[in-house]
């Protein structure tokens, strides 16, 4: 690995930095936002940097396919370079063909300094750049099979594309894919609804179309804001804000939250309350530690108790009949998340469908055993495979006789589908997002 002294005053050029951190991502396995935090937090950069990092490295990962397929044009034998090389040939044509602001010349020369850290290797590195400039990238459009085609414009493994194809058909997928590029709007829930207008003002944000509570805006970051420091917003996707809503929870209930983590939705179901109770289970202590930091900020601690648990345990460790109401946002495919974390399709295998849709109902089996006569189950995922949701519940009534599907229903008929919440990340530039419901007649 190519090793990158951050503390040292000449490694804070921030494309050095983006270099460290996308070999850690592409070579190593890394997630980009933990290698990215923690990456600018031990920098020395100036903000304009550190944006810059943030570009490099999320613009370079949510368009390796592409930048991959551009290259093999232009490099004979992949295997022959080190790892850190080819990442900076990849970093560096993501520079030149999306990101117009920056000068050509500029990339080049940027690529060859930071090439200089290994003798010979500069000189491979302008050629292969000047060669690429003074012949051009060759023509996507050329490639004869759609769903390779497919792949290599939107930069999307091969089986996901075919998926999505499949699920979505050929107009809606391509939307979908394309609108994987459009940025993220920065999200944030406001705690008191009574204080919506005044912070939406303060904030310089516009309010949600989707959630009531929720505020908006292209760019910015709400966590650096005093509202978020005294606790009167928190950051949470307009979709995932939609999740405690359907649970109707009028204040005096004891609620599951069966896999919290890190606990923006426990913290919202906390927030009705005034008798009641939010148990958030986890399996991992440090998850938890996350959830009970959300909601000592947001001052609904005595409403919030963890445990670190299984969710397919439940039944083992509750009486039966114990809940009024459950919330399962389920372990997914994550495939809703892309826009935000573009590293997600790449570790992701086909096969992953089946086994996810296997524990995601043995968490149901589970939990129904728990929930009340009358009470309601929210299912839950970041996922947009039909496989992991609407499949799931079809299945799980199939079994359970006892339960019915409770019809969702929204103002923008847009998102509902089959009477659950279906949020695809094309229709509002939002994460993608399924919640559907059951009830427990006896």
Same mark, same amino acid.
């Given at each position: ?8 005053? &000449? ?11 996308? /070999? ?33 490295? =999320? ?10 397929? =551009? ?5 004979? $034998?992949?295997?022959?370079?080190? @790892?850190?090389? +080819? ?21 080049? +020369? ?6 200089? &850290? ?11 750049? &000047?060669?690429?400039?003074?012949? @051009? ?28 194809? /499949?699920? =979505?058909? *050929? *107009? ?7 609108? %994987? ?13 009574? &204080? ?18 929720? %505020? ?13 420091? $005294? ?50 289970? $986890? ?21 919030? /108790? ?72 929210? =299912? ?7 496989? *992991?949701?609407? *499949? ?51």
């Amino acid at each position: 690995m190519l090793e990158i002294n951050l503390e040292t005053k &000449r490694d804070t050029n921030a494309r050095a930095v983006a270099l460290t951190v996308l /070999e850690q991502i592409l070579e190593e396995g890394a997630y980009s936002n933990i290698a990215v935090n923690k990456a600018l937090t031990q920098s020395a950069l100036s903000p304009a940097d550190k944006r810059l990092v943030t570009e490099l490295v =999320y613009g370079t990962v949510a368009r390796k396919i592409t930048l991959e397929w =551009y290259l093999s044009h232009f490099v004979e $034998d992949r295997d022959k370079l080190d @790892g850190w090389v +080819y990442v900076l040939l990849l970093m560096s044509l993501y520079q030149l063909y999306f990101l117009e602001k920056i000068p050509a010349h500029a990339v080049v +020369y940027q690529a060859v300094n930071l090439a200089k &850290r290994s003798p010979g290797t500069s000189s491979y590195v302008n050629a292969i750049l &000047r060669k690429i400039l003074s012949q @051009g990238l060759p023509d996507v459009t050329a490639i004869k099979r759609k769903n390779k085609r497919l792949s290599v414009q939107y930069s999307l493994p091969v089986w996901l594309v075919r998926a999505l194809l /499949e699920e =979505y058909g *050929e *107009e809606r997928a391509e939307k979908i894919f394309a609108s %994987l590029y459009t940025r993220s709007k920065a999200s944030a829930r406001v705690v008191r609804p009574e &204080r919506l207008e005044v912070l939406a003002e303060e904030l310089g944000a516009s309010r949600s179309l989707l959630s009531p509570l929720g %505020l908006v805006k292209e760019k910015g970051n709400f966590s650096q804001t005093r509202a978020f420091q $005294d606790g009167e917003i928190t950051i949470q996707d307009e979709t995932s804000q939609l999740v405690a809503p359907t649970l109707d929870i009028r204040g005096d209930e004891l609620i599951l939250d069966a896999c919290a983590a890190p606990g923006g939705k426990t913290v919202h179901m906390a927030s009705y309350l005034d008798q009641g109770r939010v148990i958030a289970l $986890d399996l991992y202590e440090h998850k938890l530690a996350l959830i009970r930091e959300n909601a000592d900020r947001l001052g609904v601690s005595d409403k919030v /108790e963890t445990r670190q648990l299984d969710a397919r345990q439940v039944s083992q460790h509750f009486p039966t009949e114990y809940f009024d109401k459950i919330l399962v946002d389920a372990p997914c495919s994550g495939i809703g998340l892309i826009r935000r974390k573009p590293d997600i399709k790449y570790t992701k295998k086909s096969v992953d469908f089946s086994s996810l849709q296997e524990v995601q109902l043995q968490i149901l089996e589970s939990v129904c055993q728990t929930v009340k006569k009358g009470g309601i189950i929210t =299912y839950s995922t970041c996922t947009i495979m039909e496989k *992991e949701n609407q *499949e799931v519940l079809r299945k799980f009534l199939e079994l359970h006789p006892n339960f019915v599907q409770v019809p969702l229903t929204h103002s923008q008929v847009d998102i509902v589908k089959d009477g659950c919440i279906l949020v695809t990340p094309e229709l509002h530039q939002t994460d993608g997002f399924f919640i559907g419901q059951l009830k427990r007649l006896s």
